[in-house]
């Protein structure tokens, strides 16, 4: 009997569905695959995202040497950010420093209050010296550095490898603050 037949004993007048199709297109079937479908890509979803959360950054700054100018077009007792490098260029009175502008106590971008004299980072509260020295807050040293070399007259910063901050208590650069706080 072929599917387009008529069944000789059904009293409904239905056509008759060959044994070997039976089962095959069923809603429930259709149901239960649909959920498994969805199911396996809800995981590969959470498996990428997950991924895309835990694997650690690469540090999208410029790797290598810059060349930041003279020493000249720096001011004593300023600091100055070299966004090429994502870092900060400091001139505390003829010493300078090449300072990273994350904290050492978890990364945070710390900027540079022009009203205080000093770095303050927002995220946890560590204050720091113009010369990038710890003063207070939870940060475990001061600011770490990056190493600076002349080259005729023009400062070049190596951003290739960061120096370690110095360590608690060094207060070689330590100053009064200038006026009120950015934190405040």
Not at 3 to 31: C, H, I, K, M, Y
Not at 127 to 137: A, L, N, R
């Amino acid at each position: 009997m072929t599917a387009l037949e008529r069944p000789t004993g059904d009293p409904q007048g239905g056509l008759a569905v060959p044994a070997n199709r039976r089962g095959r297109f069923s809603r429930r079937r259709l149901l239960r695959d649909a959920w498994k479908a969805g199911g396996a890509l809800l995981a590969a979803v959470a498996g990428w995202t997950s991924w895309e959360l835990l694997r650690p950054l690469a540090d999208k700054g410029a790797t290598g040497r810059i060349k930041l100018g003279a020493m000249a077009d720096y001011q004593p007792g300023t600091a100055t950010y070299i966004r090429e490098g994502r870092l900060w260029l400091v001139n505390a009175d003829t010493h300078f420093f090449a300072l990273s502008q994350k904290c050492p106590h978890l990364g945070c971008r710390v900027p540079f209050c022009d009203t205080s004299g000093r770095f303050e980072c927002p995220c946890h509260g560590s204050v720091y010296d113009i010369g990038g020295e710890w003063i207070h807050g939870p940060a475990p040293r001061g600011m770490d550095r990056y190493a600076l070399s002349l080259e005729g007259d023009a400062i070049v910063v190596d951003t290739s490898k960061t120096l370690d901050g110095p360590d608690h208590g060094a207060a070689k650069f330590l100053t009064p603050p200038k006026g009120p706080s950015c934190a405040s």
